[in-house]
């Protein structure tokens, strides 16, 4: 059953490709310890990979990735990195299907309930955090 209280993880990542399995490993046990096994941890594994593969691909800088459980059930799932360049708006999933690259952002498209992105500056320093939400029903 999942938890009624409200949790939230940041895991800090350097700008690696590798932080993006490392990050879908992080998620899963999150979600595995919280007792949310359920058909959401495979989207939400799928939602923080993109986020974070753009984040270090389309950036120099390191990147983090957020998780927050809101019961009764919305787990939002972000990526922030420190370009505060806006991302590019993503075209439908049919659209890029056969398309070697550009599939990121359609994949949230179509698997989260709903998402988007919003600049941020703190201490000088400027990014964007790029969020989406799945419920877990």
Known sequence: ?????????????PNDVRAV???????????TV???????????ELLAAELVANAVRHTKGPAA?????SPPGTLRIGAWDADPSPPQPPQTLAAVLEAEDGRGLALVRACADVW???????DGSRGKFVWCEVGAA
């Open 65 to 69: 990735l957020r998780v927050r459980w």
């Open 1 to 13: 059953m999942p938890e009624s209280e409200p949790w939230e993880y940041s895991l800090h990542i």
């Open 21 to 31: 399995t490392v990050s879908r490993r992080t998620l899963r046990l999150i979600l």
């Open 34 to 44: 919280h007792g949310l096994i359920t058909p959401l941890v495979d989207v939400a």
């Open 116 to 122: 988007g992105w919003q600049p941020l500056a703190r």
